[in-house]
């Protein structure tokens, strides 16, 4: 259901978005041609519900001119240089289109994720009233759930999973929770303060992927075969990306990152595409793991 409600707000940013001005009878008709109206429409009191939440969650106003009684989203042209409010409009943007064109569903075929998104509201309820979050949860290498404390810092997504990024007190550190890993999550009465000088950006600025590691960021070069070269130009593997050298059978890129494991992960995805130039230390890992590789295939 958190879900659910979750896609229903996106899908009305959206719609309001795309649309410009609507009437709420307008609104209606493209409503029933989801699958979140089971053939009903919005109750005026859900509707406002939606609005407000909408405010409360995205910081998005939906405003009515009383004179025609149509609605609209407040400073519109805002939202393209808000990173989080223009992911909401796009991440979900296929989705919310697919669900007004119900008669294409088996035409269209999208990557399902994992579990987990049904405790987006709840998480993000309690990154919005600064308190504290508790969730039962078991990793991929424990049999059995544990419960987690965390002061809920922020939310991000990486391969298709939701992560909550938070403090946990019992080791006195930022720790990383993958939200497919979770059986329940719930709002404590507890408050904390937000970190005023923490950025998240900051955080996760010389990782790539999830990880993040207490080293100094290095200096790696990939040299990287035509056409896998063509994807990573339009879309770079991490923001510290340059281009050093380019030409029809090759391009060479710098990067200022930590060689986490996610970033090995993505090297090695790229096969006989990819060759790693930088650091000497980088390389022989990446050399070993290929010879590995190998020997289970004899």
């Not at 795309?18 to 041609?33: A, D, G």
């Not at 609209?72 to 064109?101: G, H, M, P, T």
């Not at 303060?193 to 950025?199: C, I, K, L, V, W």
């Not at 494991?261 to 980088?282: C, H, R, T, W, Y």
Request: glycine share 2%; with cysteine; proline share 3%.
């Amino acid at each position: 259901m958190a879900q659910n409600l979750f896609n229903r707000y996106v899908w009305l940013v959206n719609t309001l978005y795309r649309n410009k001005r609507m009437t709420l009878k307008e609104i209606n008709n493209s409503w029933l041609h989801t699958d979140f109206s089971d053939g009903n429409p919005i109750p005026r009191r859900t509707f406002h519900n939606h609005r407000e939440k909408i405010q409360e969650f995205f910081d998005i106003n939906i405003e009515c001119d009383r004179v025609t009684n149509e609605y609209y989203i407040e400073d519109v042209d805002s939202l393209s240089n808000d990173k989080v409010r223009f992911w909401l409009l796009n991440s979900f943007a296929v989705e919310n289109i697919i669900n007004e064109q119900q008669k294409l569903h088996d035409r269209i075929m999208l990557e399902k994720n994992p579990s987990g998104e049904i405790y987006l509201t709840t998480i993000i309820e309690a990154m919005r009233d600064s308190k504290v979050l508790q969730f039962t949860y078991r990793t991929f290498s424990e049999t059995e759930e544990h419960v987690v404390t965390l002061l809920p810092y922020f939310i991000r997504i990486f391969k298709q999973r939701w992560y909550i990024i938070g403090y946990n007190a019992e080791y006195n550190q930022l720790r990383i929770y993958s939200l497919d890993r979770m059986s329940s999550a719930e709002v404590l009465k507890e408050e904390f303060e937000y970190p005023a000088d923490f950025s998240p950006e900051e955080y996760f600025k010389n990782s790539f992927g999830i990880i993040v590691e207490e080293k100094s960021a290095e200096v790696i070069v990939l040299k990287v075969n035509t056409p896998q070269n063509n994807y990573i130009k339009t879309l770079p593997l991490h923001h510290s990306q340059k281009q050093l050298f380019d030409c029809d059978s090759f391009t060479t890129f710098q990067y200022t990152l930590l060689p986490t494991f996610d970033f090995k992960q993505e090297i090695l995805s790229m096969g006989a595409k990819v060759e790693v130039l930088q650091p000497q230390s980088l390389r022989e890992e990446i050399i070993a793991t290929l010879k590995q590789a190998l020997e289970n295939y004899k």
